[in-house]
Nanobody, 117 residues
Framework: QVQLMESGGGLVQPGGSLRLSCAAS????????MGWYRQVPGKERESVAT???????NYADSVKGRFTISRDNVKKTVYLQMNSLKPEDTALYYC???????????WGKGTLVTVSS
């Protein structure tokens, strides 16, 4: 079983920065993709950024150049550095781990990011 715990959300002014962290515990193996997703009320959850166990990254067009995803495989933690935040980045941010071979998905409970003046 895998447990994911997000932290680092909060209230920030437009143009500000936040760093989200997601600590994984349980049976973590290589061959997985970790990522950050976000959701606002009334909309579907969308992918923000993903990173493979080998370090390959992918970003939503809306965050390219502003957000950076990284991971520490020893600490079993994935990070999302968010810069130049905009009000439209306001959402509940979820951490995800996807096991490629078993096609199992695991989700954290989410951390709220609010960008407002």
């Amino acid at each position: 079983q895998v447990q994911l715990m997000e932290s680092g959300g909060g209230l920030v002014q437009p143009g500000g920065s936040l760093r989200l962290s997601c600590a994984a515990s349980g049976s973590i193996f290589s061959g997985n993709v970790m990522g950050w997703y976000r959701q606002v009320p009334g909309k579907e959850r969308e992918s923000v950024a993903t990173i493979t166990s080998g370090g390959a990254t992918n970003y939503a067009d809306s965050v390219k150049g502003r957000f950076t995803i990284s991971r520490d495989n020893v600490k079993k933690t994935v990070y999302l550095q968010m810069n130049s935040l905009k009000p439209e980045d306001t959402a509940l941010y979820y951490c995800n781990l996807y096991r490629v071979l078993s096609k199992m998905n695991y989700w954290g409970k989410g951390t709220l990011v609010t960008v407002s003046s």
